[in-house]
């Protein structure tokens, strides 16, 4: 069950990963965090309610991006999980959905699929340390906050949040608000789960995660040498040895100058091993 899930996932991520199915692959990722089997159809149709009242909320009042805070936030519930932040929950859509509470990019997701159920233009931003989106509606751009009851962030907002993020002397940068890939949205949110787990050793955990990154995106060289790492620190020599061989023949890889190293002398320290 767990490869075809693999292999569903792999299928949603393929090509350039600039617009995905968000909350098919989102849900994806949540059967492949449980054991048990999960109806999803109570998500989607979850998922559709909000969009349907956003729909009718613009009908009634015209388009604007508080509309999605409105319904999001405020009709359904949503918030910032602030007290339990580090809780693998918060990136897992289907807890998120359940708990009505997530991490910044768990909640985006939501923002996202339901905004281009709208047919508007709706992207993840490249901002430092706290994600953001940006819809646009009639030829105007909106920056908004999902981790903050979906509040439209306006300029001297984005100057306070970059020096609350970065350091009272930080100034935002046009790199700031350049628009991510919906896949770089995705690793992302995976990312939170596989920092987490590495932070308690839980290498298994994590070897999951990083097969699931992998997944979206299979010419991440930086994930193929975790995994080498990961199955060393699981005692896993030849997955370890068969991860490494690949992360040193992917292009990109020599870029990574530090990990090209290291990946070459811990292949031949393996190798001796099995000898």
């Known amino acids: 069950m767990i490869e075809k899930q693999l292999a569903r996932l792999k299928d949603l991520c393929a090509g350039d990963g600039v617009r995905l199915e968000l909350l098919e692959v989102a849900l994806t990722l949540s059967l492949l965090q449980h054991d048990e089997p999960i109806d999803l159809v109570p998500f989607r149709q979850h998922v559709a309610q909000m969009s349907a009242a956003v729909e009718d909320l ?4 015209g388009a604007t991006p508080e509309a999605l805070s409105e319904v999001i936030a405020q009709s359904f519930g949503y918030r910032g999980d602030t007290q339990s932040y580090d809780d693998v929950q918060n990136a897992d859509i289907v ?13 985006a997701l ?24 940006r819809v646009a509606i009639d030829g105007a751009r909106h920056v908004v906050d999902p981790f903050n009851d979906g509040i439209v962030r306006d300029a001297a907002d984005l100057r306070d949040l970059t020096r609350k993020v970065l350091g009272v002397n930080a100034q935002p940068d046009p790199s700031f608000y350049d628009p991510v890939t919906d896949r770089q949205v995705l690793l992302r949110l995976e990312n939170n789960i596989r920092l987490r787990l590495v932070q308690r050793e839980d290498w298994a955990g994590a070897m999951k995660v990083v097969d699931r990154m992998l997944a979206i995106d299979p010419e991440q060289s930086a994930l193929m040498y ?3 790492q990961i199955n060393v620190r699981l005692d896993k020599r030849r997955a370890a040895i068969t991860a490494f061989e690949r992360f040193l023949m992917m ?11 290291h990946a070459t002398a811990l292949l031949q320290e393996l190798r001796r091993g099995l000898n």
């Open 251 to 261: 292009d990109g890889a020599e870029g990574h100058a530090e990990m090209y190293q």
């Open 226 to 228: 975790e995994t080498g």
């Open 58 to 61: 613009v009908h009634r009042r």
């Open 95 to 107: 807890k998120v959905i359940e708990r009505r509470k997530g991490l910044p990019v768990a909640l």
């Open 110 to 133: 939501l923002y996202l699929q339901v905004a281009r159920d709208q047919g508007w233009n709706a992207e993840g931003l490249n901002f430092p340390g706290h994600f953001l989106i």
